[in-house]
């Protein structure tokens, strides 16, 4: 059974980056689109964007100038970086496994979600 | 893009009711819709894919329905377990994008 773990920093100045890390346990990373999204009280679930296990990427226009993915497939880790963070960046953030087969796109498998706080 | 629209953003309720929550696309995304569940504190867990196809270990009374712009979720009888809050998702095209929730309380 899959399983995905996210982690990092839970504070975040503002104007600096913040950076997270998804674990995924249970399956190799190489076939997966693994996307991140984020919650927060004011803007509901957001789509941040998301990478294949062979680099493709595929970002939110709303945030594509300030974010990066990147992916280690010999740790089976995912990451990501948003740059230049504001108190609109705090949210709970969370990794999500995309599946694509014969039917549409769902996320079928979720990490536990990490808060993240932009604040001086 | 695409914006989902769910309605309504809350009710009340009590157990064995019959509950149903509605999702309108602001374009056709044929079958590209799918329900979760999040309970406080926790990710969404996904229900319903593909409109229609319930995911393995839901239990029954959950369905759904639609396609092109309009979409419902019902749970037939609401069981106390049920009390959460619900989103839809399209996945039609990028960005991804869900409906503001409907929270399903009791009464």
């Known amino acids: 059974q899959v399983q995905l773990q996210e982690s990092g920093p839970g504070l975040v100045k503002p104007s600096e980056t913040l950076s997270l890390t998804c674990t995924v346990s249970?399956?190799?990373?190489?076939?997966?689109?693994l996307s991140w999204l984020r919650q927060s009280p004011g803007k509901g679930l957001e789509w941040i964007g998301y990478?294949?296990?062979?680099?493709?990427?595929n970002y939110n226009p709303s945030l594509r100038s300030r974010v990066a993915m990147s992916v280690d497939t010999a740790k089976n880790q995912f990451s990501l970086e948003v740059r230049s963070v504001t108190t609109a960046d705090t949210a709970v953030y969370f990794c999500?496994?995309?599946?694509?087969?014969?039917?549409?796109?769902?996320?079928?498998?979720w990490g536990q979600g990490t808060l993240v706080t932009v604040s001086s | 893009d695409i914006q989902m629209t769910q309605s309504p953003s809350s009710l009340s309720a009590s157990v064995g009711d019959r509950v149903t929550i509605t999702c309108r696309a602001s374009q056709s995304i044929s079958s590209h819709l799918n329900w979760y569940q999040q309970k406080f504190g926790q990710a969404p867990k996904l229900l319903i894919y593909?409109?229609?196809t319930l995911q393995s270990g839901v239990p029954s009374r959950f369905s759904g329905s639609g396609s092109g712009t309009d979409f419902t979720l019902t749970i037939s009888s609401l069981q106390p377990e049920d009390f959460a809050t619900y989103y839809c998702?399209?996945?039609?095209?990028?960005?991804?994008?869900f409906g503001q929730g409907t929270k399903v309380e009791i009464k």
């Open positions: 990478m294949h296990g062979s680099g493709i990427t």
């Open positions: 593909a409109a229609s």
């Open positions: 249970g399956a190799s990373i190489d076939t997966y689109y």
């Open positions: 998702q399209q996945s039609y095209k990028t960005p991804r994008a």
């Open positions: 999500a496994r995309e599946v694509l087969s014969r039917f549409p796109p769902y996320f079928d498998s």
